[in-house]
């Protein structure tokens, strides 16, 4: 099944560019999902479990490395927005 999962960062700091584009950097080197970065979110569109891991992984790797953000995530199962 595929999942299509628009998620968008709000990092808790003032100078918030950076996580946002880390975020950004370190979801893309994912291969076999889609990727698309819009002013306000990323689309992440592939295989339920691969996609789902790529977010989580991702989000922890953020939290390691800029410390706090909220994220809020739509995920629509057997949608392809892409």
């Given amino acids: ?3 299509t999962i628009d998620i968008s ?3 808790n700091k003032e100078d918030f560019i950076p996580p946002i584009k880390g975020f950004i950097e370190k ?5 076999d999902l889609k990727i698309t970065t819009f002013p306000t979110s990323t689309v992440v569109q592939g295989e339920y479990n691969h996609a789902m891991k790529a977010v989580q ?9 800029f410390n706090m953000a909220v994220y ?3 995920i629509i199962p057997g949608y392809e927005a892409l």
Avoid at 27 to 31: F, H, L, P, S, T
Wanted: glycine share 0%.
């Fill in 1 to 3: 099944m595929n999942v």
């Fill in 9 to 11: 960062m709000y990092p």
């Fill in 27 to 31: 979801i893309n080197c994912y291969e």
């Fill in 57 to 65: 992984e991702t989000i922890a790797k953020c939290y390691e490395e």
């Fill in 72 to 74: 809020v995530a739509k």
